[in-house]
C-alpha cells in the first residue's frame, strides 16, 4: 500500500498519513483546523515488513483502508508539554 506523509506546522511531533496524495479532504473536519497547514515529508510503501518509529504498520495500514487517513500525534510524554502550549510551532 502506497502512503504520503505530511507534518503539521501548527502541532510537534504530529503527522497525517494519507492514501491518496493531498487528499486533505479525508481529515476530520475537527483535525484540520487544530493541525494547521500540513507540508509533505515522505512517501512510503506500507508492507507487512515495513517498520515505522512509532506506529503500528498495521493500524496505519488498517485506517488508511477503512479512512483513508491516519494521523500520528506526540508520544504521552510530549502531550503536556503540548497542551501547556497550544500555538507551539506557529
Same mark, same amino acid.
Given at each position: 500500500?502506497?502512503?504520503?506523509?505530511?507534518?503539521?506546522?501548527?502541532?510537534?511531533?504530529?503527522? @497525517?498519513?494519507?492514501? #491518496?496524495?493531498? !487528499?486533505?479532504? $479525508? %481529515?476530520?473536519?475537527?483535525?484540520? *483546523?487544530?493541525?494547521?497547514?500540513?507540508?509533505? @515529508?515522505?512517501e512510503? #510503501?506500507?508492507? !507487512?515488513?515495513? $517498520? %515505522?518509529?512509532?506506529?503500528?504498520? *498495521?493500524?496505519v495500514?488498517?485506517?488508511?483502508?477503512?479512512?483513508?487517513?491516519?494521523?500520528?500525534?506526540?508520544? $504521552?510524554?510530549?502531550?503536556?508539554?503540548?497542551?501547556?502550549?497550544?500555538?507551539?510551532?506557529?
Amino acid at each position: 500500500m502506497h502512503c504520503y506523509v505530511y507534518k503539521s506546522l501548527r502541532r510537534a511531533e504530529t503527522y @497525517v498519513y494519507l492514501a #491518496e496524495r493531498d !487528499a486533505f479532504h $479525508k %481529515l476530520p473536519a475537527a483535525l484540520r *483546523e487544530p493541525l494547521g497547514r500540513l507540508q509533505f @515529508v515522505l512517501e512510503i #510503501e506500507l508492507t !507487512a515488513q515495513r $517498520k %515505522l518509529a512509532r506506529e503500528n504498520p *498495521e493500524v496505519v495500514r488498517g485506517n488508511l483502508l477503512t479512512h483513508g487517513v491516519h494521523v500520528q500525534f506526540p508520544p $504521552k510524554d510530549s502531550i503536556t508539554e503540548l497542551l501547556a502550549t497550544p500555538d507551539a510551532g506557529d
